[in-house]
């Protein structure tokens, strides 16, 4: 009978490396405690929460300095997720500790006292919009569709699909009749969506159709709530957890169905340590339980669309086109020729809808008021003291904010630099852009609504200058549910805001859809660039037209840019088709893994001299033949604009194969870290970075 329990700390420390053995004492020995199990241990002079990775008869620690856990907790997570949180730390060049914290119940780290916690009120789910509580009669193409998916769940071994369904083409109703048929065959299922609060219509339909068997878990619920919920997972009381990327990790025993929907989504990312996909994390632990993959999108990835074998649905279910878009040049519009940054075209279909008492949503991908302020006088530009970034004017709350750290200050009555009073303003963001369409077209009767990350925080922390006034965890779930509420139940009105109106929301009389500065996206350094304009075009125009017809305006400065050609001909096939040539000339992905390696220190000097040490470690591997399988390519170092404090410097690794690089990766960080001369450098290594 095994006497000894290894136990990984749950430490942070990326210098301890466990697992520790511990000696079971004889009432926790003969299966009290398995892999899984979360006991408390002395470690040091400190107790921690530990986590059982493995149990052996014997160690190589002398018998007397073995030391035995203080005690066991109750409900610890299923064996199979400490193998995914192993996968983890070695994919995405972490540590098993933090790997092990997302697999963990919520709350565990934070509280040792081993308590039974209250059970307390299971969280109240509202939806927007759901209308449809009985299975729908499937159309010809949905019903192919799912008999193909029946197919791959019957056979019980892991398969992935892409379900590439055009805006409004019912895949939601295949996302249920799908776990309906896993769930007859006695297994649970997974549906991720990238943010609760923005899909409250796809979480509303699965809770209607299938009631308390449904777990939503978030990490807007209280943490009691949240706990609640795990736990009606992790007893097998609820078989369906839905959830943004983090319930990818839902303790739901023998899995048979994951799905993705909006597989595009850059949420499924996250960016801390570990930065996993959880999209990729879901292919692993797909093949791992024989379950079936589902990712479903208007807008795939390249990537999928490459590997992952597609069904499509080509029409909405109500039979009508996908709304006609139209592409307006900007150039030479100027600003004289523009009123408020709009195309007289833009103005005119406005005034229609208003006319017509109809709802118009618009894009404009940038928050706040102004993008800059720079002093008429002498020209000084205000600018985040920790990054180098301009700061951005959000007028109603009387303060000036960085995009990238959080920092804020208050709106400068006259310049700091010379004392002039004359400070220009540049650009425009949506509050700017609600205010003048507000002027125009508010007369009392036709609203104009804004949805962005300031709205969607509250009022309240919207309209004052103290960070992080947000309010109860709630706050953010119910700003934006009760906003998109409000837009749905007005007669007529408009929508503007970020990225974040395009999401999936279904709203019947939406008749006219608008997206300003399309380019914008494309701009930025990254080779995503342009399947991200195209998805947020694409998206957009998904929202318009659903109950009665509709049209798109474009307003670039690009007009002949692929992305917005294809994009405003409704061409997915032939995006990707052209973005897989693309790909494939450039040697990006989905035709090489790219790993970022990022070294940040408060000089540049420091900065940069870690990065270039890393760059000789990876060559001198290399050189002596220990290249690993495949090839990899080391790019760099190159300067990132300063962050938070810091200066950075990026290499980015090109590589054949991903595990052998990111392994020959995290061996060189380990070693420049650990060497002299790189002190106050931190390193952070991105897998697959978005
Ligand atoms: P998608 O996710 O593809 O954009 P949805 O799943 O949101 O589309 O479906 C759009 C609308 O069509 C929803 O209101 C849904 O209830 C409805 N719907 C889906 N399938 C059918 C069907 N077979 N018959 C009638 N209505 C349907
Ligand atoms: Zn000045
Ligand atoms: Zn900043």
Same mark, same amino acid.
């Given at each position: 009978m095994p006497s000894i329990a290894q136990v990984e700390p749950m430490t942070t420390a990326r210098a301890l490396r466990g697992p520790f053995d511990y000696r079971l004492p004889a009432e926790l020995r003969g299966g009290a405690v398995g892999v899984g199990s979360m006991l408390v241990v002395p470690f040091g002079r400190r107790e921690v929460l530990g986590v059982v990775v493995g149990l052996a008869e014997s160690s190589e620690v002398a018998a007397e300095k073995l030391l035995a856990p203080l005690r066991a907790l109750e409900l610890g997570v299923p064996a199979e997720m400490v193998a995914l949180a192993e996968w983890i730390a070695a994919e995405y060049c972490s540590t098993l500790a933090r790997a092990l914290g997302l697999v963990l119940p919520p709350g565990a780290t934070r509280r040792l006292s081993g308590r039974k916690r209250r059970a307390v009120k299971r969280p109240e789910h509202l939806s927007v919009g759901a209308r449809a509580p009985a299975a729908l009669a499937l159309n010809e193409d949905q019903r192919a569709v799912l008999a193909s998916l029946q197919g791959a769940l019957e056979c019980r071994v892991a398969h992935e699909r892409l379900l590439h369904g055009v805006t409004g083409s019912g895949k939601t109703e295949i996302y249920l009749r799908a776990a309906e048929t896993a769930l007859e065959q006695g297994r649970g299922v997974i549906v991720l969506v990238p943010e609760i609060a923005l899909t409250p219509q796809t979480v509303g339909r699965f809770i209607e159709r299938f009631g308390e068997t449904v777990a939503v878990l978030h990490s807007q619920l209280r943490p009691g709530e949240r706990y609640a919920e795990w736990r009606r997972l992790r007893e097998g009381e609820a078989r369906i957890c839905v959830g943004p990327r983090s319930a990818v990790f839902a303790p739901v025993e023998d899995l048979g169905l994951i799905v993705v929907d909006e597989e595009h989504d850059s949420s499924y990312k996250h960016e801390g340590d570990p930065r996993y996909d959880a999209r990729d994390v879901a292919v692993e632990r797909a093949r791992r339980s024989g379950a079936l993959l589902l990712l479903g999108s208007a807008t795939p990835r390249a990537e999928s669309e490459h590997r992952v074998q597609s069904s499509l649905l080509p029409r909405r279910v109500d039979g009508r086109p996908l709304p006609h878009v139209d592409v307006l040049d900007m150039r030479g519009e100027g600003l004289h020729g523009a009123q408020q940054g709009l195309h007289p075209e833009t103005v005119q279909a406005l005034a229609r809808v208003r006319a017509e008492r109809a709802k118009a949503i618009v894009l404009l991908n940038r928050r706040g008021w102004s993008n800059f302020l720079s002093c008429r006088s002498c020209g000084q530009v205000w600018s985040c003291p920790d990054c180098d970034v301009a700061l951005v004017l959000h007028r109603a709350g009387g303060f000036l904010a960085c995009h990238h750290c959080g920092h804020r200050e208050r709106a400068p009555e006259r310049c700091s630099a010379c004392g002039s009073t004359s400070v220009a303003r540049h650009g425009a963001g949506t509050e700017r852009l609600q205010h003048e369409l507000a002027v125009v077209l508010d007369d009392g009767a036709f609203p104009v609504f804004r949805l962005d990350a300031d709205t969607a925080a509250g009022a309240s922390a919207a309209a004052?200058?103290? +960070?992080?006034?947000?309010?109860? +965890?709630?706050t953010r779930e119910s700003a934006v549910s009760a906003l998109l509420r409000r837009f749905e139940a007005a007669d007529c009105g408009v929508l503007i805001g970020t990225q974040m109106v395009a999401k999936g929301h279904d709203f019947p009389d939406v008749t006219l859809g608008i997206v300003l500065d399309a380019d914008a996206t494309l701009r930025f350094p990254d080779f995503r660039a342009e399947e991200r304009t195209f998805a947020l075009i694409a998206q957009l125009a998904g929202r318009v037209g659903r109950g009665r017809e509709g049209h798109v305006l474009v307003q670039t400065i690009a007009p002949q840019a692929r992305a917005i050609e294809l994009a405003s001909r409704h061409d997915s096939e032939a995006f990707l088709t052209s973005e897989l040539e693309r790909r494939l000339a450039l040697g990006y992905p989905p035709f090489s893994h790219l790993i970022r390696i990022v070294c940040s220190a408060e000089q540049s000097e420091p900065a940069r001299r870690a990065a270039v040490a890393v760059r000789d470690a990876l060559d001198s591997r290399a050189a002596a033949g220990e290249e690993p399988r495949g090839s990899i390519a080391v790019l760099g170092p190159a300067p990132l604009f300063r962050l938070r404090g810091r200066e950075r410097e990026s290499l980015v690794v090109k590589a054949s194969s991903r595990l052998p690089a990111v392994q020959a990766i995290g061996e060189a960080v380990q070693r420049v870290a650990g060497s002299r001369g790189h002190h106050g450098v931190n390193f952070s290594v991105d897998v697959d970075p978005q």
């Open positions: 004052s200058s103290e +960070p992080g006034a947000a309010g109860a +965890p709630a």
